[in-house]
């Protein structure tokens, strides 16, 4: 009797351990987090006041004259200059000095320097326009225009980047394994 006892508490704990498993699996799968009930709603209009930024480092007061697609624009921006930082992190807790060549260079500018005047910029137009009603049509679309070309620019070097990374990692994965295929025999 003790036995069957036995193997019914054994039974009934590996059930509820693997539906455990199975439920957290499920929810990973789909994409949301057991025991969460924050709902975000990736298509909803954003707000400046819920904005956090990873890395780069703006002035909310000058991002209120974007466009939603611009703000989603810099957070795509600051979500890949976060994984390019990760990366370099990775590198020096691996004890290795990542090179930093030109390209590299110009895109941190870019980022820390260029970025936040430009920006800074474009507010001191918008907000001219809308004290002083000043700006003509041209201006208002020239200068959206060039904010759009920076963004872009931008957004452009940070996906070489980001693919030159992939590639070099890729690289040294083929490199590896031709070693090891050499020494098989």
């Not at 006041?49 to 810099?74: F, M, P």
């Not at 994984?83 to 930093?100: I, S």
């Not at 225009?145 to 070099?168: A, C, F, G, W, Y």
Request: net charge neutral; proline share 2%.
């Amino acid at each position: 009797m003790s036995i069957i006892i036995g193997i019914g508490v054994v039974t009934t704990i590996t059930t509820l351990y693997l539906g455990k498993k199975c439920w957290h699996a499920f929810h990973k799968a789909v994409g949301i987090s057991p025991g969460v009930l924050t709902y975000q709603d990736y298509h909803a209009p954003l707000s400046l006041t819920t904005l956090n930024w990873q890395q780069l480092n703006l002035n909310k007061k000058h991002l209120e004259s974007l466009s939603e697609q611009e703000l989603r624009q810099l957070q795509r921006i600051d979500e890949k200059v976060h994984h390019y930082q990760a990366y370099q992190q990775e590198l020096q807790a691996q004890h290795r000095t990542p090179a930093v060549n030109e390209s590299q260079f110009v895109l941190h500018k870019m980022l820390h320097t260029r970025l936040p005047e430009v920006l800074a910029s474009y507010y001191q137009l918008t907000h001219m326009h809308k004290n002083a009603k000043t700006m003509n049509g041209e201006k208002r679309v020239e200068a959206g225009e060039l904010l759009q070309k920076v963004l872009d620019n931008i957004e452009q070097r940070l996906d070489t980047l980001l693919e030159q990374m992939e590639m070099r990692h890729l690289q040294d994965l083929r490199v590896m394994n031709q070693y090891l295929d050499s020494h098989d025999n």
